[in-house]
């Protein structure tokens, strides 16, 4: 077995922003174009599409028209793609031993990442994307345990992709939450955790952004090792890092929600965390075998995900459970994969209507109050989310079948 193969799918839909101004960038029927990241690990990539017609150009500081896809699926390499507005959501998948994956996407502005480090052990990478005809600039901003660091601006030559490796932006940190902020152009951004010692892999992940701080924020789909996989000289270990990157300090309060039921447990139903500093909180208390949902309360807007590690065997891998928005409507290509879905909220009514890679059609209602799982009974291609309710969250999660 060479390689653990946990990652987190976050089932948002983002509600993209339109550029103020005329970025020479396509938009149809009021869907922006999209950005699929560079890839300068040693790793194969593909940016999977919602459907073959969708138009694409890479983001190399030449090109400038779209093009047909016609295909599904498209390798991704050194240069960033742009996608075609469409009414689906691209995904790049990176696969290296470990599997990595993020939704293609656009800023409105800011992009808050919570998770990466600077450490000995982390190869990470911030990728800047602009893929407007004209200079942007950006302001960086890194939050530490110990402290808020002076921002950084940082430039980016027109239609192309700008590589800053975190160690550099701040050194010997394990813990790190940075924002991205856009000053002018059309950007995305995208941080790509990598984790090594020595010549040994340690997983990869990407750390998908959010747009804002919120005083509730719900991470619907966090997973603890199961099934084939959980078997003897297996383990996983969960923490939640948080950030109130506000001046006032907060109180704060962390619900679990699992098939086992809801609680907040002892020491986190009022616990206080301090403005501006990086917190991190071992779950120990996670339920195990299964998958399970936070939802974080505070009276000060908040940021948070969860970084899991895992290990089988000799392998390892780590996975980064982020915030999500609420779903609505979301389609997406899962390339065969086969997902446990996990959905969060007070009243869960999502209908599932997906393509096997068998080619079977398959359709579900899943409903129930607090958290709701499915698990799809084979590997799946396209699939589309339609919640009937508001403020349910959702998240994919893919594990090995066996060990």
């Given at each position: ?38 890839v300068t690990t040693n790793a194969n990539a593909i940016v999977a599409l919602p459907n073959s017609k969708i138009g694409k150009r890479l983001i190399d500081g030449k090109i400038k028209k779209f093009s047909s896809a016609n295909a599904n699926s ?289 359709n579900k209602t899943i409903k129930g109050s607090n958290f709701a799982i499915w698990q799809a009974p084979v590997g799946l291609n396209r699939i589309q989310f339609v919640s009937k309710n508001p403020n349910t969250h959702g998240g994919i999660i ?6």
């Amino acid at each position: 077995y060479n390689g653990v193969a946990v990652f987190l799918l976050v089932l948002a839909l983002i509600s993209y922003l339109a550029p103020s101004r005329n970025e020479q960038v396509k938009i149809t029927y009021s869907y922006p174009a999209t950005v699929c990241p560079a890839v300068t690990t040693n790793a194969n990539a593909i940016v999977a599409l919602p459907n073959s017609k969708i138009g694409k150009r890479l983001i190399d500081g030449k090109i400038k028209k779209f093009s047909s896809a016609n295909a599904n699926s498209l390798a991704l390499g050194t240069k960033s793609i742009l996608i075609d507005g469409n009414a689906g959501t691209a995904l790049s998948f990176v696969n290296n031993g470990w599997k990595a994956v993020v939704p293609c996407s656009v800023s409105n502005g800011e992009q808050w990442f919570v998770g990466g480090s600077g450490s000995l052990t982390s190869k990470d990478v911030l990728y800047i994307v602009n893929s407007g005809f004209s200079e942007s600039s950006v302001e960086i901003e890194v939050y530490t345990p110990s402290a808020a660091l002076e921002a950084k601006q940082v430039a980016i030559s027109p239609n192309s992709t700008k590589s800053i490796s975190v160690d550099t932006l701040a050194p010997g940190e394990d813990s790190l939450v940075i924002a991205v902020k856009t000053k002018s152009g059309r950007v995305s951004s995208f941080l790509f955790d990598e984790r090594k010692k020595g010549l040994r892999s340690l997983g990869a992940d990407y750390v998908a952004p959010v747009s804002a701080p919120r005083k509730i924020i719900t991470i619907p789909a966090i997973s603890d090792l199961q099934g084939k996989a959980a078997v003897a000289g297996t383990s996983s270990t969960h923490s939640l890092r948080l950030l109130i990157p506000g001046s006032i300090d907060a109180n704060i309060e962390v619900a679990i929600n699992s098939n086992d039921g809801n609680f907040v447990p002892v020491g986190l139903s009022e616990l206080k965390v301090k403005s501006r500093r990086v917190v991190n909180i071992p779950l120990t208390f996670a339920p195990q075998k299964q998958a399970f949902s936070i939802i974080v309360k505070s009276d000060q807007p908040v940021l948070g995900s969860v970084l899991s590690s895992y290990t089988i065997g000799k392998s390892s891998e780590i996975a980064w459970a982020t915030a999500t928005e609420s779903l609505d409507k979301l389609i997406i290509n899962l390339t065969g994969s086969k997902p446990l879905v996990a959905f969060a909220g007070s009243n869960i009514n999502v209908t599932i209507q997906a393509i096997g890679s068998n080619g079977k059609k398959y359709n579900k209602t899943i409903k129930g109050s607090n958290f709701a799982i499915w698990q799809a009974p084979v590997g799946l291609n396209r699939i589309q989310f339609v919640s009937k309710n508001p403020n349910t969250h959702g998240g994919i999660i893919l594990q090995p079948e066996g060990g």
